[in-house]
């Protein structure tokens, strides 16, 4: 078992930052993929970025590229999730999940991805 645990979400205006937290603890090992994802009203959950801990392999959505990072505080022994949105737009607008999917492989499908965080909400404003 995981359990995961979202902060730092909130309103912003557009071109703006924001740094999101996530709290994860159980089961993490180094074969564990951890991502985030976001989800607005009418559409499906899609991946921002994702990383496999186990050689550091990182994801991007097309939409995110070179304005969000995602990062880890300790690649080894993992115990937060992070990821820093700058140069937000109104479409980045959504609720934010933490995801953890066990061992083995690191898709971009939500429905792979085993435990979730409760999300949080970013909102930005034109």
């Excluded at 899609?46 to 801990?53: C, P």
Aim: aromatic share 12%.
């Amino acid at each position: 078992q995981v359990q995961l645990t979202e902060s730092g979400g909130g309103s912003v205006q557009a071109g703006g930052s924001l740094r999101l937290s996530c709290g994860a603890s159980g089961e993490i090992s180094r074969r564990t993929c951890v991502a985030w994802f976001r989800q607005t009203p009418n559409e499906e959950r899609e991946v921002v970025a994702r990383i496999y801990l186990i050689g550091g392999s990182i994801y991007y959505a097309d939409s995110v590229k070179g304005r969000f990072t995602i990062s880890l505080d300790h690649p080894q022994n993992m115990e937060y999730l992070y990821l820093q949105m700058n140069s937000l737009k109104p479409e980045d607008t959504g609720i934010y999940y933490c995801a953890a999917k066990a061992p083995y492989g690191c898709p971009v499908a939500a429905s792979e991805y085993d435990y979730w965080g409760q999300g949080t909400q970013v909102t930005v404003s034109s």
